[in-house]
C-alpha cells in the first residue's frame, strides 16, 4: 500500500534556527513529489516539484530535497512568517494524477 | 501558480439538508478537477476526481450518491453534499490540473459545519 509519513509531528524554533522537515514514502511507482504550506483555515500553497532521486530545489529559505525513499525540507534562519503546516504528498504511476498527502508537520518560529 | 476559487468560503446547514460548493479555475482551463476533504489535525484525503464531461471517479468509501460532483465546463466543478449530517463537518478542498502538469493548485476551502 502507498504510503506517506512526515516527521516531525510538530517543531518548534527560534527565529533563525534551522532545522529539515523530514517525508518518507513507500510507493509502487514515484511520479512526483510535492510539498505544499498549509496556513490555519486555508488551502495548500505549492512549493515544490521533485521527480528524481538527487534533485534539489530552492525558494527563500526553503530548500527540497528527493532521495529514493525520503524527501527532506531544509528551513534555514527561519522567520515567524514561517510558521505554518507544511504537507508532504506523492504522485504515484497510473492512470490516475492522485496525490497521497502526509499528515503534516506543524511549524513554529518563535520570536 | 494557478489560481482557484472557491464559494462560499463557510457555511452551516441544519441537519438533512444539502449544500452546494462550487470550485472555479480562475486562469487556465483545467480538464481535471479534484476534491478534497480534511478533518481537523488531518492531512487531506482525496474524495473524487472530476473530469469535464465526464462522470467523476471516486475514492473508495466515498458515497457518490452523497457527494454529488458536477464538472459541467472546464472552469467550474461543483460538489453537492446531500442530505448533510453533523459527520460531514469538514474542510472541503478542491485543486486543479492543467494537461501534461502533474502540479495540483488548490482553492481556499469551503468550512462546512452541520448542526
Known amino acids: 500500500e502507498d504510503q506517506v509519513t512526515q516527521s516531525p509531528e510538530a517543531l518548534r524554533l527560534q527565529e533563525g534556527e534551522s532545522s529539515s522537515l523530514n517525508c518518507s514514502y513507500t510507493?509502487?511507482?514515484?511520479?512526483?513529489l510535492f510539498w505544499y504550506r498549509q496556513d490555519p483555515g486555508k488551502g495548500p500553497e505549492f512549493l515544490f516539484t521533485?521527480?528524481?532521486a538527487g534533485e534539489e530545489k530552492e525558494k527563500e529559505r526553503l530548500k527540497a530535497t528527493l532521495t529514493k525513499k525520503e524527501s527532506f525540507l531544509h528551513i534555514t534562519a527561519p522567520k515567524p512568517e514561517d510558521s505554518a503546516t507544511y504537507l508532504c504528498a506523492v504522485q504515484v504511476g497510473g492512470a490516475t494524477n492522485k496525490l497521497i498527502f502526509g499528515t503534516g508537520t506543524l511549524l513554529a518560529v518563535q520570536p | 501558480g494557478a489560481v482557484v476559487s472557491q464559494h462560499p468560503s463557510r457555511v452551516i446547514c441544519k441537519s438533512g439538508t444539502s449544500v452546494k460548493i462550487e470550485c472555479r479555475s480562475l486562469d487556465f482551463q483545467a480538464t481535471t478537477m479534484f476534491w478534497y476533504r480534511q478533518f481537523p489535525k488531518q492531512s487531506l484525503m482525496l474524495m473524487a476526481t472530476s473530469n469535464e464531461g465526464s462522470k467523476a471517479t471516486y475514492e473508495q468509501g466515498v458515497e457518490k450518491d452523497k457527494f454529488l460532483i458536477n464538472h459541467a465546463s472546464l472552469t467550474l466543478s461543483t460538489l453537492t453534499v446531500t442530505s448533510a449530517h453533523p459527520e460531514d463537518s469538514s474542510f472541503y478542498i478542491c485543486?486543479?490540473?492543467?494537461?501534461?502538469?502533474?502540479?495540483?493548485?488548490f482553492g481556499p476551502g469551503t468550512r462546512l459545519l452541520v448542526l
Open positions: 510507493v509502487s511507482g514515484l511520479r512526483g
Open positions: 485543486s486543479d490540473q492543467l494537461a501534461g502538469v502533474e502540479t495540483q493548485y
Open positions: 521533485l521527480y528524481s
